[in-house]
């Protein structure tokens, strides 16, 4: 079995001192760490066999970060939009994610995973949105990311409802001849599930680097039947489930007014149909109410905070304060590409530290401490990997990243996680290392030639670009009918804000937005 020794790096421990970590050694025999400490023996403690040196002095040395919340589908739109609201935006972001080349599906993929690599992210969730749903582009996906080396937590997205079928009044706004560009197509659950349980079996754990999980898209875009069908498949195969849950004041509002059945609720639709649980991640939560984050919190529920795409797209603010108090985990994503243009969670950390100042002046307890572990052992236990990510410490993956202390980030260096935080950009990300792995050394990825994937995308540009036009032609006609959907929905009372300042004081949408 090779061995890896990482030398004299500063090894951050939550348990620990997180303003000046120790010096240590931390021996890796295969895929996993087995010591940390001072002056280490890789022969005392793993054996004899070959071993690889990494001198650390100078480095800071922290587990991989694990971004809980992605969509690889439409990364090459990284730049082409601002200023939407979430409706009008995946008009053009979620069809970039269908009925593309193999090349195509591939390159994405690659520039995501190093995206993430390059920002110490060693574990990413791709809540995978892809058409058609064949064995050839999931597993175009699938090498993608084993050629990269990262670790993903993979699901593939299922819904039985259309857009048109999700967002208020629409149907009585936007002319027939709008539902189309707006979106009106609808597949069969039965197929879908069929689909995703057999790629399950088929497939595997890739060598232990992939983690299968499950995605009903949001209760709302799925029927209680495809909802209780994903919670009894999870249910057989111990697989976690993550989904979207009110990410907009237009969500919210659409469980008032058409979900009735379950109390005006999708956290109660998510009830009814055997989804909430420890094994159970909400992307977003930005809009529940009072009632209902206590019931994401005495189901264990998790919630994946992402605050960059929830900015971006105008969604609001989540309470993070509200499901502190009713001590729910909390874990980080970073989004799509094109509503969060980077996959970095030091920015993601960041804002979830700065954040919570909207609502709470004063103190809020809210550290830097907790925001990392929001993004390490908060993703692990989301995944059901508690013990296994989120921390160098003996029995883990090695899954870690070694940071240059010498950047001026660092300087001067009075506290190891608070620099990490609120100072560095990722810039002193030096090494990074995937089930043992070094992917990134001195700066240089090891695993793909960047240089020539920079050069295939650039030669695929012109077709997503194409593309994007096209999609752009359909939402200019159906920004009008979008914008009034805006406008009722802020008209509408709710016992809960997520923006700064009175509801009739919000922005209310003007015509222009976009590219």
């Not at 709008?178 to 057999?198: C, R, S």
């Not at 900015?311 to 874990?331: C, E, F, I, T, W």
């Not at 030096?430 to 043992?436: M, P, R, S, W």
Request: net charge negative; aromatic share 4%.
């Amino acid at each position: 079995m090779k061995k890896l020794l990482i030398r004299g790096a500063r090894v951050l421990d939550l348990d620990g001192d997180t303003d000046m970590p120790p010096v240590q050694d931390i021996l890796i025999a295969g895929d996993s760490i087995v010591a940390v400490g001072p002056d280490l023996s890789a022969e005392q403690h793993a054996g004899a066999g070959e071993i690889e040196v990494i001198g650390a002095g100078g480095k800071l040395a922290i587990p991989g970060l694990i971004n809980s919340h992605y969509h690889s589908n439409d990364i090459l739109a990284r730049g082409m939009m601002e200023d939407l609201a979430l409706d009008s935006w995946s008009m053009m972001a979620s069809p970039l994610g269908t009925r593309r080349s193999l090349a195509e599906v591939r390159a994405r993929t690659l520039v995501g995973a190093i995206d993430c690599l390059r920002n110490g992210i060693t574990t990413v969730q791709d809540f995978s949105n892809f058409a058609p749903s064949n064995e050839e582009v999931l597993d175009t996906i699938l090498e993608a990311y084993a050629d990269a080396g990262i670790r993903v937590i993979f699901s593939v997205t299922v819904r039985d409802q259309s857009q048109m079928d999700t967002i208020p009044w629409i149907r009585d706004i936007a002319p027939a001849d709008m539902h189309a560009a707006i979106g009106n197509n609808v597949e069969a659950p039965g197929p879908q599930m069929e689909f995703v349980e057999d790629q399950i079996a088929r497939v595997g754990d890739k060598g232990g680097m992939l983690q299968w999980a499950l995605s009903p898209s949001a209760p709302q875009r799925c029927s209680p039947e495809l909802l209780e069908a994903v919670a009894a498949l999870s249910k057989k195969r111990g697989l976690p489930v993550y989904t979207h849950v009110y990410e907009t004041r237009i969500q919210r509002i659409f469980a008032q007014e058409y979900l009735k059945d379950y109390g005006g609720s999708a956290i109660r639709m998510l009830q009814a149909t055997g989804l909430l649980g420890p094994n159970v991640s909400i992307a977003h939560g930005v809009w529940p109410e009072h009632d209902e984050i206590e019931l994401i919190g005495e189901t264990g529920t998790n919630v994946v905070l992402n605050m960059l795409s929830n900015l971006k797209l105008k969604s609001g603010v989540a309470p993070v304060m509200d499901y502190r108090a009713q001590g729910v985990n909390l874990a980080l994503g970073c989004d799509n590409c094109s509503c969060s243009d980077v996959q970095s969670l030091m920015q993601v950390m960041k804002l979830f530290c700065l954040l919570t100042s909207v609502s709470t002046p004063g103190s809020t307890g809210v550290t830097a401490k907790d925001a990392f572990r929001a993004g390490t052992l908060g993703g692990a236990r989301a995944a059901g990997l508690a013990g296994v990510l989120g921390a160098i410490k003996p029995g883990h993956k090695a899954d870690l990243v070694l940071l240059d202390l010498a950047d001026i980030a660092y300087v001067p260096f009075n506290s190891a996680l608070r620099q990490l935080v609120f100072s560095d950009s990722g810039r002193a990300i030096d090494t990074v290392i995937v089930n043992g792995r070094p992917v990134i050394e001195n700066r240089r990825l090891l695993s793909l030639n960047e240089a020539a994937l920079r050069a295939e995308v650039e030669s695929l540009m012109p077709a997503v670009r194409t593309e994007f036009t096209r999609l752009r032609g359909g939402y200019d006609k159906a920004q009008p009918y979008l914008d009034e959907v805006q406008k009722r929905a802020w008209a509408m009372p709710l016992s809960v804000h997520r923006h700064v300042g009175a509801p009739q004081t919000a922005m209310l949408p003007r015509k222009g937005r976009g590219r």
